[in-house]
């Protein structure tokens, strides 16, 4: 069974760092692509980035600057580390895996972004 657990995230103020990281059992990372999605108060789950299974990362142009997906030394851990945090990357926090054309997703990590 597949299954997603993140961690990280926190309350942190404007111009900081955050770190959220996604462990999964069940699956292999290295033979599946990895995405990052988020989910900001009142507004629909929007598409981060991903990482592919081969290695190389793609993260939504507007992020790019501040945000990078990578894998971890443990395996089955990949990590978004966002820096220069802005009070409008305030969100829920979610990675997904898709295997055998089922999806997956991580249980939600919440990042505010706050004085």
């Known amino acids: 069974q597949v299954q997603l657990v993140q961690s990280g995230g926190g309350l942190v103020e404007p111009g900081g760092s955050l770190r959220v990281s996604c462990a999964g059992s069940?699956?292999?990372?290295?033979?599946?692509?990895m995405s990052w999605y988020r989910q900001s108060p009142g507004k629909q789950r929007d598409w981060v980035g991903l990482i592919t299974s081969s290695g190389p990362t793609d993260i939504l142009e507007s992020l790019r600057d501040r945000f990078t997906i990578s894998r971890g030394n443990a395996k089955n851990t990949v990590y978004l580390q966002m820096n220069s945090l802005k009070p409008e990357d305030t969100g829920i926090y979610y990675c997904?895996?898709?295997?055998?054309?089922?999806?997956?997703w991580g249980q939600g990590t919440q990042v505010t972004v706050s004085l």
């Open positions: 069940g699956l292999t990372f290295d033979n599946h692509p």
């Open positions: 997904k895996a898709v295997v055998s054309g089922t999806t997956y």
